[in-house]
């Protein structure tokens, strides 16, 4: 289970709209203080729907200890996956997409330039990781495994940890040389706007894949 959740996380790392907060919030003078309320408000945001999802369902009883039940967990995540992939490459999802990232760049950067301060930064944290199919799909498979309180927290947390990669890293080069974690976020940030529907592309088909074959192997 370790593993799906780890590859789950790694297809969520790179994300356009934390890319751009994180890269507004390097330009301030206060980017420590800041960037820390971002992180910390972030994940606890993330954390707490993680926790939520799995112990509200283990709750009523929708999970199960079966090998079975955590085969057809994975496969079904993986047709999701799948399915998401097909509608990026047909252009039904993230048409434009090489368009659209700088304009939400420009976006995040322009709201929080207005207005930059300790508050703000520490929304845009959950507002830049609202959950989305991977993290969706990754409880899903949590819940299949009816972890206990202890396991649960631990999973979410190494999948939010994963997520949280990119902030968590610029973070830790603040500390030590702000201008050098703000060079590498904009690099990362520019590369993502050029390669994000080839991002989305490998990371649905390739997720899905193993997803799927990983449950087909166990049923």
Not at 38 to 61: C, D, Q, R, S
Not at 120 to 136: E, K, N, R, V
Not at 155 to 178: E, G, M, Q
Request: proline share 3%.
């Amino acid at each position: 289970m370790i593993y799906e959740i780890v590859l789950l996380a790694l297809a969520s790392t790179v994300r356009p709209t934390s890319l751009a907060a994180v890269s507004a919030i390097l330009s301030h003078e206060s980017r420590r203080r800041l960037l820390f309320a971002y992180v910390v408000v972030g994940l606890a945001f993330t954390i707490a729907f993680g926790l939520l999802v799995v112990e509200g369902l283990h709750g009523i009883n929708l999970s199960s200890h079966s090998d079975r039940a955590k085969a057809i967990a994975a496969i079904a995540g993986g047709v999701a996956a799948l399915l998401f992939g097909c509608a990026v490459l047909t252009g039904r999802v993230g048409r434009g997409a090489a368009q659209d990232g700088p304009g939400s760049r420009l976006d995040w950067t322009a709201r929080l330039d207005r207005r930059l301060t300790v508050r703000s930064a520490a929304i845009a944290g959950p507002l830049t990781h609202i959950p989305g199919l991977f993290y969706l799909i990754a409880l899903n498979i949590i819940v299949a495994h009816n972890l206990q309180l202890p396991g649960g927290l631990l999973a979410v947390s190494i999948y939010d940890a994963i997520w949280f990669a990119l902030p968590l890293a610029a973070l830790a080069t603040c500390i030590v040389n702000p201008d050098a974690a703000r060079r590498a976020v904009v690099s990362v940030q520019r590369w993502t706007v050029l390669h994000s529907r080839a991002l989305l592309l490998f990371t649905s088909f390739g997720v899905g894949a193993v997803l799927v074959i990983r449950g087909a192997l166990a049923l």
